[in-house]
């Protein structure tokens, strides 16, 4: 049995809190913050909740795992999971209103097809199929096992080259390119393409291989969690407490202790020595050099609640796209700067827990941005909301109150041909990396993928 300090409460201290556990070791979590969870938080006001990190799930067979292997039961004995249908909503500045369903191929191409043009579902089929390429070439080397060493050249399979154009050098394939070539700039196709990239601060530069995201996403599905996604770290969390893990809340670590060049514990901010033989950060230690990458974005979530019922056939999630094909990476939140109309997402679950009757309706608004301290969120959240309205979406009337929160860090996922996170194994032994600003990355399926990676380096006690 090692002894054992996980620096951090939030989701993947969770998750290796609970493999780590049912391996037999002895846990001890610390955490700065009075709660665990970390992004998958939760705000209360006036009978409202409000999920303040991610609101839907992706990959749920990576908490299906966890569940089983640390207590030999299903997941949804453990939460509310429910599939979400239809997908999503996308209204584009031209007034096209596209409605797609839940993990359907087939279902997206004829969407497709029905909302721009015959052969869009094709040709967007037809990227996709490369999306699949690359999931196939990287799902084991950058979801499934430590990061692997070196440099991970892009498996997306490009188009050939005709006319002259094939003897010309061959350079690096971005999204953009994805977008000129095979999306024939289509506005619609690149914007609904580059969504799923601008959610983790990526523009047209991004490795052509990001297509993986967007395939991940409409083969595998979406999914919520009834309560809120917040239900899902208190599950977690009461597993931890099933298999012996100690929580200390309010408790800041200021460092890692090491002896002969090995961690040996960590020392808390008030002084305390903490003595373990194994020590998992997901707070990086600027003693290690370890930042977390990331696009220098952030993100800002608007929480309204709003007076009356949510409507018969509102669709739990819109996205509502920018003005200039999903290209807005490069607009930042400043005055001098603001985007004319950023891509939002508008989250709208159908859930009595979250609003106190059914005569009001709880909405989160999400977008992507520069944010910096000193920023008029306020005035940014009556921006969004103007810019909803122009869309078709205008809430205005009905909001009682709106709450704003702002993350200045939003974590990347590692991309073959693009960012590769540090690996879980810091070079200090006895000290691991996890969580977003590690191998594999962002988002809630890799953040729990890096506990079930760095448990399966340490192994049974």
Same mark, same amino acid.
């Given at each position: 049995?090692?002894?054992?300090?996980?620096?951090?409460?939030?989701?993947?201290?969770?998750?290796?809190?609970?493999?780590?556990?049912?391996?037999?070791?002895?846990?001890?979590?610390?955490?700065?913050?009075?709660?665990?969870?970390?992004?998958?938080?939760?705000?209360?006001?006036?009978?409202?909740?409000?999920?303040?990190?991610?609101?839907?799930?992706?990959?749920?067979?990576?908490?299906?795992?966890?569940?089983?292997?640390?207590?030999?039961?299903?997941?949804?004995?453990?939460?509310?999971?429910?599939?979400?249908?239809?997908?999503?909503?996308?209204?584009?500045?031209?007034?096209?209103?596209?409605?797609?369903?839940?993990?359907?191929?087939?279902?997206?191409?004829?969407?497709?097809?029905?909302?721009?043009?015959?052969?869009?579902?094709?040709?967007?089929?037809?990227?996709?199929?490369?999306?699949?390429?690359?999931?196939?070439?990287?799902?084991?080397?950058?979801?499934?096992?430590?990061?692997?060493?070196?440099?991970?050249?892009?498996?997306?399979?490009?188009?050939?080259?005709?006319?002259?154009?094939?003897?010309?050098?061959?350079?690096?394939?971005?999204?953009?390119?994805?977008?000129?070539?095979?999306?024939?700039?289509?506005?619609?196709?690149?914007?609904?393409?580059?969504?799923?990239?601008?959610?983790?601060?990526?523009?047209?530069?991004?490795?052509?291989?990001?297509?993986?995201?967007?395939?991940?996403?409409?083969?595998?599905?979406?999914?919520?969690?009834?309560?809120?996604?917040?239900?899902?770290?208190?599950?977690?969390?009461?597993?931890?407490?099933?298999?012996?893990?100690?929580?200390?809340?309010?408790?800041?670590?200021?460092?890692?202790?090491?002896?002969?060049?090995?961690?040996?514990?960590?020392?808390?901010?008030?002084?305390?020595?903490?003595?373990?033989?194994?020590?998992?950060?997901?707070?990086?230690?600027?003693?290690? %050099?370890?930042?977390? +990458?990331?696009? /220098?974005? @952030?993100?800002?979530?608007?929480?309204?609640?709003?007076? #009356? $019922?949510? *409507?018969?056939?509102?669709?739990?999630?819109?996205?509502?796209?920018?003005?200039?094909?999903?290209?807005?990476?490069?607009?930042?939140?400043?005055?001098?700067?603001?985007?004319?109309?950023?891509?939002?997402?508008?989250?709208?679950?159908?859930?009595?827990?979250?609003?106190?009757?059914?005569?009001?309706?709880?909405?989160?608004?999400?977008?992507?941005?520069?944010?910096?301290?000193?920023?008029?969120?306020?005035?940014?959240?009556?921006?969004?909301?103007?810019?909803?309205?122009?869309?078709?979406?205008?809430?205005?009337?009905?909001?009682?109150?709106?709450?704003?929160?702002?993350?200045?860090?939003?974590?990347?996922?590692?991309?073959?041909? %693009?960012?590769?996170? +540090?690996?879980? /194994?810091? @070079?200090?032994?006895?000290?691991?990396?996890?969580?977003? #600003? $590690?191998? *594999?990355?962002?988002?809630?399926?890799?953040?729990?993928?890096?506990?079930?990676?760095?448990?399966?380096?340490?192994?049974?006690?």
């Amino acid at each position: 049995m090692a002894r054992i300090v996980i620096i951090g409460a939030g989701m993947a201290g969770l998750a290796a809190a609970a493999r780590l556990g049912t391996l037999g070791h002895r846990v001890t979590v610390c955490e700065a913050a009075p709660t665990y969870g970390g992004m998958v938080g939760r705000y209360e006001r006036g009978g409202f909740a409000f999920d303040t990190g991610p609101g839907v799930l992706n990959l749920p067979a990576v908490y299906r795992d966890l569940a089983l292997k640390s207590g030999r039961e299903p997941l949804e004995q453990l939460v509310d999971l429910v599939p979400v249908e239809p997908e999503s909503r996308h209204l584009f500045p031209d007034g096209t209103d596209l409605v797609l369903p839940n993990a359907s191929r087939g279902g997206v191409a004829k969407a497709l097809d029905t909302a721009f043009s015959t052969g869009s579902g094709d040709r967007w089929g037809e990227v996709m199929n490369r999306g699949r390429a690359v999931w196939e070439a990287t799902r084991r080397p950058l979801m499934e096992e430590p990061l692997p060493e070196g440099r991970l050249a892009d498996p997306y399979p490009r188009p050939p080259r005709r006319g002259p154009a094939k003897w010309l050098p061959r350079g690096s394939y971005t999204l953009g390119d994805v977008a000129r070539r095979e999306l024939g700039d289509h506005p619609g196709l690149t914007a609904l393409l580059t969504e799923y990239a601008t959610r983790f601060g990526l523009g047209p530069d991004a490795p052509a291989g990001a297509t993986v995201l967007a395939y991940m996403e409409q083969s595998f599905g979406v999914w919520y969690v009834r309560g809120g996604i917040r239900a899902l770290a208190d599950a977690v969390f009461r597993r931890c407490e099933q298999r012996g893990a100690e929580f200390r809340f309010d408790t800041r670590v200021a460092g890692v202790l090491t002896a002969g060049g090995r961690a040996c514990g960590v020392l808390t901010a008030d002084g305390e020595r903490i003595e373990a033989d194994l020590v998992l950060s997901s707070s990086p230690d600027p003693g290690l %050099g370890w930042q977390k +990458p990331g696009s /220098g974005l @952030g993100r800002v979530r608007v929480l309204l609640a709003l007076r #009356g $019922a949510r *409507p018969e056939g509102t669709v739990h999630r819109t996205v509502v796209h920018a003005e200039n094909a999903g290209w807005e990476m490069e607009a930042l939140l400043h005055e001098d700067s603001v985007p004319e109309g950023p891509t939002v997402q508008v989250l709208r679950p159908d859930d009595p827990s979250l609003v106190p009757d059914a005569d009001h309706e709880a909405v989160t608004l999400t977008v992507t941005c520069g944010v910096r301290e000193g920023d008029d969120l306020d005035a940014y959240a009556g921006h969004l909301l103007d810019h909803l309205a122009k869309s078709g979406l205008d809430l205005r009337e009905r909001v009682l109150w709106r709450e704003v929160r702002s993350t200045p860090w939003v974590p990347v996922p590692s991309l073959a041909g %693009g960012t590769l996170n +540090p690996p879980n /194994g810091t @070079g200090v032994p006895g000290l691991y990396r996890i969580g977003g #600003g $590690a191998h *594999p990355g962002g988002g809630l399926a890799r953040v729990g993928m890096s506990a079930s990676i760095t448990a399966g380096l340490i192994g049974p006690a």
